[in-house]
């Protein structure tokens, strides 16, 4: 699977932007999705993930209520819209997928995505 992250880009604080994630392949619905995010100097963190069909959905509590994870698996994509952006979350943003995720809290962990996109850049200027 190859996945290809788009929509980043330059916005003011209290703006919006949906990123999207691009996936190769007819097995899309095969892997849970997620969203991860590493700002300049700082280890990579989780933002949010989704199930296999798109029934559930995770959030890091920095995200949760602004945030969205959506997944179309018709179009092989999964989406982040992302509202009420803060300064802080200017980071590169990495979309992942994951065949067989394992533990209570799987969708944290990065081990269990196998494949990774290349990054979008988000700026939030304040």
């Known amino acids: 699977v190859q996945l290809q992250a788009s929509g980043g880009g330059l916005v003011q604080a209290g703006g919006s932007l949906r990123l999207s994630c691009a996936a190769s392949?007819?097995?899309?619905?095969?892997?849970?999705m997620g969203w991860f995010r590493q700002a300049p100097g700082k280890e990579r963190e989780f933002v949010a993930a989704?199930?296999?069909?798109?029934?559930?959905?995770y959030y890091a509590d920095s995200v949760k209520g602004r945030f969205t994870i959506s997944r179309d698996n018709a179009k092989n994509t999964v989406y982040l819209q992302m509202n009420s952006l803060k300064p802080e979350d200017t980071a590169v943003y990495y979309c992942?997928?994951?065949?067989?995720?394992?533990?209570?809290?799987?969708?944290?962990?990065?081990?269990?995505?196998?494949?990774w996109g290349q990054g979008t850049q988000v700026t939030v200027s304040s």
């Open positions: 992942a997928g994951g065949a067989s995720p394992s533990g209570s809290r799987w969708y944290r962990d990065s081990t269990n995505y196998e494949y």
């Open positions: 392949g007819r097995t899309f619905s095969s892997y849970v």
């Open positions: 989704i199930s296999w069909s798109g029934g559930y959905t």
